[in-house]
Protein backbone atom coordinates (compact mmCIF):
# COMPACT_ATOMS: atom_id res chain seq x y z
CA UNK A 1 0.00 0.00 0.00
CA UNK A 2 1.24 3.07 -0.76
CA UNK A 3 0.69 5.85 1.79
CA UNK A 4 2.57 9.27 0.61
CA UNK A 5 0.75 10.78 -2.41
CA UNK A 6 3.17 13.14 -4.44
CA UNK A 7 1.92 16.23 -6.27
CA UNK A 8 2.04 17.04 -9.26
CA UNK A 9 3.01 13.60 -11.06
CA UNK A 10 4.99 15.21 -13.66
CA UNK A 11 6.51 18.66 -13.77
CA UNK A 12 8.18 20.05 -16.67
CA UNK A 13 10.46 23.43 -16.06
CA UNK A 14 13.03 25.49 -17.57
CA UNK A 15 16.53 25.29 -16.43
CA UNK A 16 17.25 27.66 -13.61
CA UNK A 17 13.51 27.85 -12.66
CA UNK A 18 12.71 26.35 -8.88
CA UNK A 19 10.77 23.12 -8.61
CA UNK A 20 8.44 22.62 -6.00
CA UNK A 21 6.90 18.88 -5.20
CA UNK A 22 4.38 18.45 -2.77
CA UNK A 23 3.87 15.12 -0.39
CA UNK A 24 1.04 13.98 1.32
CA UNK A 25 0.22 11.32 3.49
CA UNK A 26 -2.33 9.70 6.00
CA UNK A 27 -0.87 8.55 9.42
CA UNK A 28 1.11 10.01 11.47
CA UNK A 29 4.84 9.61 11.02
CA UNK A 30 8.32 9.39 12.77
CA UNK A 31 10.07 10.78 9.81
CA UNK A 32 10.08 11.76 5.86
CA UNK A 33 12.66 10.93 3.59
CA UNK A 34 12.97 12.40 -0.06
CA UNK A 35 14.66 10.26 -2.67
CA UNK A 36 15.98 11.03 -6.35
CA UNK A 37 15.87 8.48 -8.71
CA UNK A 38 17.73 8.59 -12.32
CA UNK A 39 15.71 6.49 -15.13
CA UNK A 40 16.88 3.06 -14.97
CA UNK A 41 18.59 3.44 -11.91
CA UNK A 42 18.57 2.96 -8.19
CA UNK A 43 17.11 5.74 -5.58
CA UNK A 44 19.77 8.35 -4.42
CA UNK A 45 18.61 9.77 -0.74
CA UNK A 46 18.18 13.16 -0.48
CA UNK A 47 17.28 14.50 2.65
CA UNK A 48 15.39 13.13 5.80
CA UNK A 49 13.39 15.67 8.28
CA UNK A 50 11.79 14.08 11.26
CA UNK A 51 8.35 15.12 12.57
CA UNK A 52 9.59 17.51 15.44
CA UNK A 53 11.42 19.64 12.74
CA UNK A 54 9.51 21.95 10.26
CA UNK A 55 11.84 22.75 7.47
CA UNK A 56 15.38 21.62 6.32
CA UNK A 57 17.94 22.41 3.69
CA UNK A 58 20.91 20.91 1.74
CA UNK A 59 22.22 22.98 -0.77
CA UNK A 60 19.80 23.56 -3.15
CA UNK A 61 17.19 21.78 -1.76
CA UNK A 62 14.63 22.95 0.39
CA UNK A 63 12.24 20.45 2.58
CA UNK A 64 9.53 21.91 4.70
CA UNK A 65 6.51 19.46 6.85
CA UNK A 66 3.65 20.36 8.00
CA UNK A 67 2.46 17.44 10.37
CA UNK A 68 -1.23 19.05 11.12
CA UNK A 69 -1.66 18.93 7.46
CA UNK A 70 -0.14 15.51 6.70
CA UNK A 71 2.36 17.07 4.16
CA UNK A 72 5.48 17.97 3.22
CA UNK A 73 7.44 19.86 0.21
CA UNK A 74 10.46 19.64 -1.13
CA UNK A 75 11.82 22.70 -3.18
CA UNK A 76 14.53 22.47 -5.53
CA UNK A 77 16.15 25.75 -6.03
CA UNK A 78 17.86 27.17 -9.56
CA UNK A 79 17.32 23.75 -11.27
CA UNK A 80 19.89 22.09 -13.57
CA UNK A 81 18.84 19.76 -16.65
CA UNK A 82 20.88 17.42 -13.96
CA UNK A 83 17.95 17.21 -11.71
CA UNK A 84 15.92 15.37 -14.52
CA UNK A 85 14.53 12.27 -12.04
CA UNK A 86 11.53 10.74 -10.71
CA UNK A 87 11.71 11.99 -6.88
CA UNK A 88 9.73 9.92 -4.34
CA UNK A 89 9.04 11.04 -0.51
CA UNK A 90 9.36 8.36 1.85
CA UNK A 91 7.19 7.87 5.27
CA UNK A 92 8.16 5.94 8.38
CA UNK A 93 4.67 5.35 10.32
CA UNK A 94 6.63 2.32 12.44
CA UNK A 95 5.61 2.02 16.09
CA UNK A 96 7.74 3.40 18.80
CA UNK A 97 10.83 1.45 19.16
CA UNK A 98 9.32 -0.44 16.24
CA UNK A 99 11.60 -1.20 12.84
CA UNK A 100 11.95 1.53 10.70
CA UNK A 101 9.47 0.73 7.62
CA UNK A 102 9.81 3.10 4.95
CA UNK A 103 6.48 3.46 2.38
CA UNK A 104 7.16 5.48 -1.08
CA UNK A 105 4.77 7.64 -2.89
CA UNK A 106 4.33 6.82 -6.66
CA UNK A 107 7.16 9.72 -7.31
CA UNK A 108 6.98 13.10 -9.28
CA UNK A 109 8.70 12.79 -12.90
CA UNK A 110 10.64 16.28 -13.17
CA UNK A 111 11.82 17.16 -16.23
CA UNK A 112 14.24 20.25 -16.72
CA UNK A 113 14.29 21.71 -20.31
CA UNK A 114 17.59 23.65 -21.62
CA UNK B 1 32.82 5.10 -2.06
CA UNK B 2 30.82 1.71 -0.66
CA UNK B 3 27.81 0.67 -2.54
CA UNK B 4 25.61 -2.20 -2.46
CA UNK B 5 25.85 -4.30 -5.00
CA UNK B 6 23.06 -6.10 -7.23
CA UNK B 7 23.12 -8.92 -9.91
CA UNK B 8 22.30 -9.53 -12.54
CA UNK B 9 21.15 -6.32 -13.56
CA UNK B 10 18.93 -7.37 -16.00
CA UNK B 11 17.52 -10.97 -16.38
CA UNK B 12 14.42 -11.81 -19.07
CA UNK B 13 12.89 -15.07 -18.30
CA UNK B 14 10.01 -16.81 -19.36
CA UNK B 15 6.71 -17.31 -17.17
CA UNK B 16 6.70 -20.44 -15.03
CA UNK B 17 10.68 -20.33 -15.28
CA UNK B 18 13.04 -19.73 -11.97
CA UNK B 19 14.99 -16.55 -11.25
CA UNK B 20 17.23 -15.60 -8.24
CA UNK B 21 18.23 -12.08 -7.65
CA UNK B 22 21.59 -11.65 -5.25
CA UNK B 23 22.50 -8.37 -3.12
CA UNK B 24 25.42 -7.59 -1.36
CA UNK B 25 24.78 -4.65 1.12
CA UNK B 26 27.60 -1.73 2.60
CA UNK B 27 29.74 -3.46 4.90
CA UNK B 28 28.59 -3.31 8.22
CA UNK B 29 25.25 -2.65 6.88
CA UNK B 30 22.64 -4.95 9.40
CA UNK B 31 19.56 -4.12 7.90
CA UNK B 32 18.73 -4.75 4.18
CA UNK B 33 15.69 -4.48 2.19
CA UNK B 34 14.19 -5.80 -1.13
CA UNK B 35 11.42 -3.59 -2.61
CA UNK B 36 9.91 -4.35 -6.11
CA UNK B 37 9.43 -1.02 -8.75
CA UNK B 38 6.95 -1.78 -10.91
CA UNK B 39 7.17 0.84 -13.90
CA UNK B 40 5.81 4.46 -13.43
CA UNK B 41 5.02 3.78 -9.43
CA UNK B 42 7.18 3.28 -6.26
CA UNK B 43 9.07 0.99 -4.84
CA UNK B 44 7.06 -1.27 -2.70
CA UNK B 45 8.90 -3.63 -0.08
CA UNK B 46 8.68 -7.33 -0.13
CA UNK B 47 11.18 -8.28 2.37
CA UNK B 48 13.05 -6.17 5.54
CA UNK B 49 15.97 -8.18 7.38
CA UNK B 50 17.98 -7.42 10.39
CA UNK B 51 21.19 -9.75 10.27
CA UNK B 52 19.79 -12.79 9.24
CA UNK B 53 16.21 -12.65 10.68
CA UNK B 54 13.06 -11.76 8.31
CA UNK B 55 11.76 -8.35 10.67
CA UNK B 56 9.09 -7.91 7.91
CA UNK B 57 8.02 -10.06 5.20
CA UNK B 58 4.05 -8.95 5.55
CA UNK B 59 3.61 -7.93 1.83
CA UNK B 60 6.11 -11.14 0.13
CA UNK B 61 4.30 -13.29 -2.44
CA UNK B 62 5.24 -16.32 -0.32
CA UNK B 63 3.31 -18.74 -2.68
CA UNK B 64 6.21 -18.08 -5.17
CA UNK B 65 8.74 -15.53 -3.70
CA UNK B 66 11.76 -16.30 -1.29
CA UNK B 67 14.38 -14.24 0.27
CA UNK B 68 17.13 -15.53 2.70
CA UNK B 69 20.41 -13.75 4.32
CA UNK B 70 22.12 -16.41 5.99
CA UNK B 71 25.22 -15.33 7.26
CA UNK B 72 23.66 -11.99 7.98
CA UNK B 73 25.46 -10.02 4.64
CA UNK B 74 24.71 -10.93 1.53
CA UNK B 75 20.88 -11.99 0.29
CA UNK B 76 19.31 -13.66 -2.33
CA UNK B 77 15.76 -13.39 -3.69
CA UNK B 78 14.37 -16.12 -5.62
CA UNK B 79 11.09 -16.53 -7.88
CA UNK B 80 9.75 -20.04 -8.61
CA UNK B 81 7.38 -19.82 -10.92
CA UNK B 82 8.38 -16.72 -12.62
CA UNK B 83 4.57 -15.04 -13.25
CA UNK B 84 3.93 -12.01 -15.73
CA UNK B 85 2.75 -9.90 -13.82
CA UNK B 86 6.46 -10.48 -11.81
CA UNK B 87 7.66 -7.74 -14.16
CA UNK B 88 9.12 -5.04 -12.65
CA UNK B 89 12.73 -3.71 -10.64
CA UNK B 90 13.87 -5.08 -8.08
CA UNK B 91 15.75 -3.11 -5.45
CA UNK B 92 17.87 -3.92 -2.96
CA UNK B 93 18.87 -1.54 -0.01
CA UNK B 94 20.89 -1.31 3.34
CA UNK B 95 21.06 0.75 6.16
CA UNK B 96 23.14 0.93 9.37
CA UNK B 97 20.48 1.14 11.10
CA UNK B 98 16.76 -0.47 12.30
CA UNK B 99 15.12 1.74 13.65
CA UNK B 100 16.01 5.10 11.80
CA UNK B 101 18.07 6.53 8.98
CA UNK B 102 18.60 7.00 5.39
CA UNK B 103 18.64 3.78 2.74
CA UNK B 104 21.45 3.21 0.67
CA UNK B 105 19.68 1.31 -2.57
CA UNK B 106 21.58 -0.93 -5.28
CA UNK B 107 21.40 -0.52 -9.02
CA UNK B 108 18.18 -2.65 -9.32
CA UNK B 109 17.87 -6.09 -11.11
CA UNK B 110 15.71 -5.56 -13.95
CA UNK B 111 13.35 -8.71 -14.83
CA UNK B 112 11.05 -9.28 -17.81
CA UNK B 113 8.93 -12.36 -17.97
CA UNK B 114 7.77 -13.38 -21.04
Redesign the interface.
Known amino acids: S ?1 Q ?1 EEDPQALSIQEGENATMNCSYKTSI ?2 L ?1 W ?1 RQNS ?6 LI ?1 IRSNEREKHSGRLRVTLDTSKKSSSLLITASRAADTASY ?1 CAT ?1 A ?1 EP ?11 TRLTINP | EAE ?1 AQSPRYKITEKSQAVAFWCDPISGHA ?1 LYW ?1 RQIL ?6 LV ?1 F ?1 DESV ?2 DSQLPKDRFSAERLKGVDSTLKIQPAELGDSA ?1 Y ?1 C ?1 S ?1 S ?12 S ?1 LTVL
Do not use: I, W
Not at chain 1, 40 to 45: C, F, I, M, S, Y
Not at chain 2, 40 to 45: A, I, K, M, S, T
Not at chain 2, 97 to 108: A, H
Open positions: QGNNQYGRGLVHLFDSQGAQKLVFGQG | VTYGQGPELQQVDMLASGLYTGELFFGEGR
